[in-house]
């Protein structure tokens, strides 16, 4: 029996409208904002100590926001060094939108971008078949997780209001 769900990634659209309405009915942000204040300065002390470059790798780095939240606080604890940040994000949607973020925000002269327009799964072979090993600072998959929250929470049926 085919399965009634369609992939979010195809339709931008759908893919915004599922995940307003996700929020609407979760404690997402509330959650991700408490980590992000209690929990994420205590992870940034750990892993940029002597390095004059931290690598971080954001898989579903969505439109930026938190992204940029957690660049900041990087920022702050290491005031001057390189951040080299690569974003794995499916939707060329969503990284027009990071791109367009990155263009407003002030004090990322030292911050340097690459987008990856690819599922985490397409990375991931890609990384395997190049035969490069990366070694990163930090890896976080935020948006990831909402992903897959909201493909679990919608379906072609008419969503919650």
């Known amino acids: 029996m085919a399965s009634s769900m369609r992939s979010l990634f195809s339709d931008h659209g759908r893919y915004v409208e599922?995940?307003?309405?996700?929020l609407s009915h979760s404690t997402e942000h509330q959650c991700m904002q408490e980590f992000m204040d209690k929990k994420?300065?205590?992870i940034i002390t750990r892993i940029g100590d002597t390095k004059s470059e931290i690598k971080i790798l954001s898989i579903g780095g969505g439109a930026g926001e938190i992204d940029l939240q957690i660049i900041s606080k990087v920022q702050a604890q290491y005031p001057g060094v390189c951040i080299n940040n690569e974003v794995v994000e499916p939707s060329a949607e969503q990284i027009a939108k990071y791109k367009e973020l990155v263009a407003k925000t002030s004090n990322l002269e030292n911050v340097k971008f690459a987008w990856c327009n690819e599922t985490s799964s397409e990375y991931?072979?890609?990384m395997l078949e190049k035969k490069e090993v990366q070694k990163w600072d930090f890896i976080h998959m935020i948006q990831e997780n909402e992903n897959l929250l909201i493909s679990n929470f919608t379906s072609d049926h008419?969503?919650?209001k």
Not at 18 to 22: A, E, H, P, T
């Open 124 to 126: 991931q072979r890609r």
């Open 40 to 42: 994420l300065p205590g």
């Open 18 to 22: 599922s995940f307003r309405r996700f």
């Open 158 to 160: 008419d969503l919650p």
